[in-house]
């Protein structure tokens, strides 16, 4: 029996962090590099690497490792000097927003990374504002500094204007591209080169008025004089580091290098672990507050996935483990259903592999090995007080479309595959009011793809989808409705739960059936 002491300072050894980027910013590389510093990899996959069988750790879909991109939440977890991370390596694509919103919900703090070229895309953009909304602390780790870059202020200057957070740049870079030599580290008090003539000893000890101790061989660079303005400028007009500020997400501490040369990364990983936090209390729908070493166990679904393992068809759902401590075999209540529940086969994620998982705590990311039993948003826990966690975000989708199946001899294998894919949460299911055809809904075009692809390859099941383009997808009160107010620029049409909703042709449409029916009320899901 675990005491409380020992509960504490095991939760107070986690750290669970979500990897956040617009698409092609280094996110899966430096997730990999973090991998190999925890031992779980010994070597990093090179994500676009065509011609070889070497792809991302992380990115375990076959549709992932053949376009280079990650399409779904992945879930890591290793050990590092006294702490056990857990890492949720989040889709960057837009399309997949609904999946990474989520899977913010489950982290105590958030890794932006940022595309020296690029700087702010819409992406980060609006990831970010869900890590502000939550007052999760954000770490930025500015990368591809290997390349020709931007400004570093000029990249300072568009973080704190466009994001509206301070900025405290942990270290400075010393050139970029081929001159990129290394960085000004300003909180360990030394300089880090990409080229040291010692591999041994790869850093020049700075004083503590932040000069090089003995020989400096890039003193007569001019990459190292424009450091060096950098630096003095900084000092004098920068933000003051916060610990506070962090810890709220008012200020973000700043890092540069290069995850595909692993440069950087690792000064980023030790510094992070020292003011990130540990993890912090969850609420539930009615307010109340569940502290991380309270001795019941709880914890919430914020993700499902099939088929992880296409030899076994298996259905994995992802839990973060919100207070107390699991035990293997315990007997929980699923509150949905306030039905007991036996987790007996429960995993942990290490890269592309998995462990059975005899303890956790609060802070892990465990995974339920699942019959149908649960979905995204379940609450569980261990005691007489019901518990129910804040509702997760869905979106109302965007896109439609008709789907059927090519072969009609294949009913079985594609009423299988359409419905474990739905329940992931990143396609939503429709039928035709009376015809009871499925469509589809989506926030993304790639959504469909991805859809179709994981049908063939997963379910041996061809897929026919018809385009119904963009419609506003607006709920309406059973009582409310009457069948005869559908036409064909406000299709009728019923969600998964059965509930009924209309298809909005356009804005135009919307405004003209309120117009007709003005005390029937429409609503949205977000």
Excluded at 249 to 262: E, H, I, M, W
Excluded at 387 to 413: C, D, G, H, Y
Aim: some cysteine.
């Amino acid at each position: 029996m675990t005491t409380a002491k020992q509960l504490a300072e095991a939760v107070n050894k986690r750290r669970t962090f979500a990897i956040i980027s617009h698409p092609d910013a280094g996110k899966t590389t430096i997730t990999e590099q973090m991998l190999l510093f925890g031992g779980i990899v010994r070597e990093a996959g090179t994500v676009k690497g065509r011609g070889s069988n070497n792809f991302a750790k992380s990115d375990w879909m076959e549709i992932e490792q053949k376009r280079g991109i990650s399409v779904t939440s992945s879930v890591m977890q290793f050990d590092f000097e006294g702490k056990r991370i857990n890492i949720l390596d989040t889709p960057g694509h837009e399309d997949f927003s609904e999946d990474t919103y989520r899977t913010l919900m489950a982290v105590d703090s958030a890794v932006m990374v940022i595309d020296g070229a690029k700087g702010i895309e819409p992406q980060t953009r609006k990831l970010f504002q869900i890590c502000k909304m939550r007052g999760i602390p954000i770490f930025t780790f500015i990368n591809k500094f290997d390349r020709d870059a931007r400004d570093p202020l000029d990249l300072m200057n568009e973080i704190e204007e466009t994001l509206g957070i301070e900025t405290y740049p942990m270290d400075w870079p010393i050139g970029m591209g081929r001159q990129f030599m290394g960085v000004y580290d300003r909180y360990n008090k030394r300089v880090a080169l990409t080229h040291p003539t010692d591999e041994e000893n790869p850093y020049l000890p700075l004083d503590d008025d932040g000069n090089v101790i003995g020989e400096n061989p890039l003193a007569d660079e001019g990459e190292w004089k424009d450091a060096m303005d950098g630096i003095e400028l900084i000092e004098m007009a920068g933000n003051e580091f916060d610990e506070d500020k962090i810890i709220k997400g008012d200020q973000t501490p700043v890092f540069f290098g290069s995850a595909l040369t692993n440069f950087g990364v690792r000064t980023f990983l030790e510094t992070y672990l020292k003011y990130a936090p540990a993890p912090s209390a969850h609420k539930t729908e009615d307010g109340e507050e569940i502290q991380p070493l309270d001795s019941e166990f709880s914890g919430f679904v914020f993700k499902i996935q099939a088929n992880m393992n296409p030899k076994h068809r298996d259905r994995i759902a992802f839990v973060r483990v919100c207070s107390g401590e699991f035990d293997k075999g315990m007997d929980v209540t699923l509150e949905r259903t306030q039905k007991p529940v036996r987790l007996s086969n429960v995993t942990e994620f290490m890269a592309n592999t998995r462990e059975n998982v005899e303890k956790a705590v609060a802070g892990d990311i465990i995974g339920l090995y699942d019959t149908g039993n649960f979905q995204i948003g379940d609450s569980i826990y261990t005691g007489k007080k019901d518990i129910k966690f804040e509702k997760l975000p869905q979106f109302t989708p965007e896109l439609f479309m008709r789907v059927s199946a090519k072969n009609v001899m294949k009913q079985k294998s594609f009423h299988k595959g359409i419905n474990q894919l739905v329940q992931e949460g990143a396609i939503q299911l429709f039928q035709s009011y009376n015809s009871n055809d499925y469509i589809l809904g989506a926030v993304g075009q790639l959504q469909f793809e991805v859809f179709k692809f994981r049908m063939q390859n997963e379910y041996n099941s061809e897929v026919v989808m018809e385009p119904m383009g963009n419609k506003t997808a607006r709920w309406i009160d059973p009582e409310q409705l009457d069948p005869k107010m559908s036409s064909s620029r406000n299709i009728l049409v019923k969600d998964i739960n059965g509930d009924p909703l209309f298809l909005f042709e356009n804005q135009f449409a919307e405004n003209w059936f309120k117009q007709k029916y003005p005390d029937v009320k429409l609503t949205a899901k977000l």
